[in-house]
């Protein structure tokens, strides 16, 4: 029934955007608009019509990415009035003469606003944080002084948790990332890896989408980030070069990487490429305490990780004619590592905490892997019906990977005898594909005053893993396999549309209907319990902007969030034969609701109230065993979690040798955790975080820079877990040379750091998680910019020919 009701909602959609398609505006009037200093493109600017009677709102419309705008008028007599933040409003008288289809005006240049204070004019600077329809947009070239590249640049966008495994909005959890609005299917060490070998010179600004359209998938609780790269000149060839050393307690690592671009008439390549190798000592331990047998039990574990990972990113565009173009890219990720895991249990009769036994065991595990992605990108417009746009996305994506497990254990009396029938052995051979195919159609189309878009599109996937126990104490599992595979189909259906309301209210509204079908079976046999399920998803947002300064939005969206695979494997893999992760394959996807309210000031002082509500929370159960010793860590859809709170950030540039952003948050958290029999435990707590981003101009020139962060956190609640109190701290210097091109970085980070720790009670038991050795890492790097026009190039080879001639 669900699938006949998808069926039909996809026919009505068609037949809606044909019957659109076919109405004809009486006048179609397009333009673009441009700073008039540096002719680039003027995005988010107003542009509005207004009555010349009463200077009421006729109609409005906001340039894109380019600067063009559109909309459809009646023919008659206007007034033209542009608005852009850190511009001079523009106005003119605009008549629009009838009998006439389609109008093009002349390109519009607005001047940077400027303040006349005595003898001295002092220039308005783009703003650093420019608040949108659906998100805060980042000026990535004020965010870059002193980074080296992309990487660098993200890790002092306010708001983002930006690490070797991957990116995070603080306190929300992980984000869809975006690269010239295209999604980049590449995930943990080879998405941070592909960051790396960008500079900060290739970035225009950074956007973290807080609501995103509907056309976007509905997945990603804290939203999407859209990196969006500066458009290569026209007739120009260029690139870089970077390399960075990293040591880590006395292990060393590096990465080395370059792209280059190319732009001549109608076509524009680029090709990337990057390869990174690094070595990391760290651990972890737990304490359990069971008062019932009075069992005290600590372990600890010392960890080897070895990494390595290769990067290759290739995009060709090509425009057919002015309103038709195609894209391609291709991203390669192939990945290895080891690790080696050392642990040392031991268990205390209490209340002496007499040492009672104690277990040793090695682990050792080999991974190799990699990603394969592509995208094609078909895009027409219609310059006879400006606005209207139809585009066609192709996407095949593939990872495999595969896992060698070894893990050796034995248990000691206190004396250091062997415990005779104590040894743990568990030997595994591991194996993951996955291949996933996607396609989707968007339509745009401005109906009136409204910029409307819709789409449809659908997402297959098939996984299949497999696990074989080449060796195994227990006798049940000795030489067994296993093999499990998933499809998962998701169908969707999305509008948006944008809105107008005056020259100072603006709208968006949105929705998208997800249909996900899962299916699976188990050793070629028996299905799977999954289930389909159908999904509703809501935009909503509602923008102020009284002047220049102000800016007002609320905006409501709900998100979710699909479990990863490890959560969907069932197969256990053992931190030591006291400890066993298992995950679920009829796992559904959270869900989360949230409410915003935000206002912006003068581009550098940010506010925000959230309220949201999560419920399918995927987090880990733990069952203990207070005779055994025995913890279990039993994925599911297992926690409900409310949180209120407020944010504040400010971007701090009054005095000219030092930029700094500071940013705090206070939060109150409730969570509860059950699994499916009804047990669990509740948490509430009230947390507070504050950080400090500075960047401090060591000479006039500003091309030397030194760079200090530090952020602190109150105790707080985490997946259902009580998360200590946390601080760390870094620093770092940079220097610029031959005019930028050439820059040298070198930075220390957890230069100062407090452990992680993890509570929490499951059944009057008690177990305690901490990260012990974080270590010190010290970076150092060199990047290299280069580039000319082609034609130029070609010029001073002419001119040589007729110097050799003559």
Request: net charge positive; aromatic share 10%.
């Amino acid at each position: 029934m669900q699938r006949i009701y998808m069926y039909t909602l996809v026919l009505l959609l068609i037949s809606t955007s044909t019957i659109a398609f076919a109405q004809r505006a009486e006048v179609a009037v397009q333009g673009k608009v441009l700073a008039s200093a540096s002719k680039a493109p003027v995005d988010f600017a107003n542009i509005l019509l207004l009555a010349p009677a009463d200077s009421s709102l006729v109609s409005g419309a906001v340039s894109d990415a380019t600067g063009a705008f559109h909309l459809t008028i009646p023919s008659g007599d206007y007034i033209l009035q542009v608005k852009g933040l850190g511009y001079k409003p523009y106005t003119e008288r605009l008549t629009i003469p009838s009998g006439k289809s389609e109008l093009t005006l002349p390109a519009i240049s607005l001047s940077e606003e400027s303040v006349q204070l005595q003898a001295v004019t002092v220039s308005a600077k783009r703003p650093i944080i420019a608040r949108k329809a659906d998100r805060l947009v980042f000026d990535a070239e004020q965010l870059s002084l002193g980074a080296q590249n992309a990487l660098d640049v993200l890790k002092q966008t306010p708001g983002l948790n930006v690490s070797d495994d991957g990116i995070s909005v603080i306190g929300k959890g992980n984000v869809i990332v975006l690269i010239n609005d295209k999604r980049v299917h590449l995930s943990g060490k080879a998405l941070v890896n592909l960051l790396r070998s960008y500079t900060s010179r290739d970035l225009g600004q950074v956007e973290v989408i807080t609501t995103p359209p509907a056309k976007y998938e509905a997945e990603g609780n804290a939203g999407i980030l859209n990196i969006v790269l500066k458009k290569p000149k026209n007739d120009f060839f260029g690139g870089s070069l970077s390399t960075g050393y990293r040591l880590i307690k006395g292990k060393s690592g590096g990465n080395v990487s370059g792209n280059l671009n190319y732009k001549q008439g109608k076509t524009t390549a680029s090709l990337t490429a990057g390869y990174d190798r690094w070595v990391y000592a760290g651990g972890f331990a737990t304490e359990k305490t069971y008062p019932s047998t009075q069992l005290y039990s600590e372990s600890a574990t010392d960890m080897l990780m070895k990494s390595r990972g290769l990067n290759l990113r290739a995009t060709f565009d090509y425009d057919f004619r002015p309103d038709f173009s195609m894209g391609l890219s291709c991203s390669y990720s192939p990945d290895g590592g080891k690790v080696i895991r050392d642990n040392d249990t031991r268990d205390y009769d209490l209340p002496a905490k007499t040492l009672k036994k104690y277990a040793l065991g090695t682990d050792t595990e080999e991974s190799d892997g990699g990603y394969l992605a592509t995208n094609l990108h078909l895009e027409k417009t219609f310059p006879a019906h400006p606005g209207r746009k139809i585009s066609w996305d192709f996407d095949y994506v593939f990872s495999n990977s595969k896992t060698d497990d070894d893990f050796q254990a034995e248990s000691f009396t206190p004396q250091k005898a062997v415990i005779p029938g104590s040894d743990f052995v568990y030997s595994s051979h591991g194996t993951k594909r996955a291949n996933s195919f996607l396609t989707n159609i968007d339509f745009t189309l401005p109906i009136g005053k409204a910029q409307t878009s819709f789409g449809i599109k659908g997402t297959w996937s098939h996984t299949e893993n497999g696990l074989h126990y080449k060796r195994h104490t227990e006798p049940l599992l000795n030489g067994r396999r296993e093999d499990i595979s998933f499809d998962e189909h998701i169908y969707a259906l999305y509008a948006d549309a944008s809105l107008p309301l005056s020259a100072k209210w603006t709208s968006r509204a949105g929705i998208r209907l997800e249909y996900t079908h899962n299916a699976g079976t188990q050793d070629g046999q028996g299905r799977l319990n999954l289930k389909d399920y159908l999904n509703v998803f809501p935009t909503l947002y509602l923008g102020f902007t009284p002047n220049e300064r102000h800016a007002f939005s609320l905006d409501g969206t709900v998100r979710l969030e699909r479990p990863g695979f490890f959560q969907l494997s069932p197969f256990p893999r053992y931190e030591n034969q006291y400890t066993i992760m298992k995950g679920r394959e009829d796992l559904r996807a959270s869900k989360q609701g949230t409410l915003t309210l935000g206002y912006t000031l003068g581009g550098k002082l940010n506010f925000s109230a959230f309220g949201k509500y999560r419920w399918d929370g995927i987090t880990q159960f733990i069952e203990l065993d207070a005779v055994t010793n025995q913890a279990q860590y039993l994925f599911g859809n297992n926690e409900t979690e409310y949180a209120w709170g407020l944010s504040n950030n400010y971007y701090f540039t009054a005095l000219s040798f030092l930029q700094a952003y500071l940013n705090q948050s206070v939060q109150y958290t409730k969570s509860k955790v059950r699994n499916d029999e009804g047990k669990g435990w509740d948490n509430e707590m009230l947390s507070y975080t504050a950080g400090i981003n500075a960047t401090i101009f060591l000479n006039h020139a500003k091309t030397l820079t030194a760079n200090v962060n530090a952020e602190y956190g109150t105790p707080r609640i985490d997946g259902g877990f009580k998360i200590g109190q946390s601080f760390r701290a870094s620093a770092g210097l940079a220097y610029a040379l031959l005019q930028g091109k050439l820059k040298l970085s070198a930075g220390v980070y957890n230069l100062f750091i407090k452990e992680f720790t993890a509570t929490t009670t499951t059944g009057g038991n008690t177990i305690v998680a901490r990260n012990y050795t974080t270590p010190n890492i010290l970076n150092l790097g060199i990047t290299y910019s280069f580039g000319a026009p082609i034609r130029g190039k070609q010029a001073r080879g002419n001119a040589d020919d007729v110097r050799s001639r003559m």
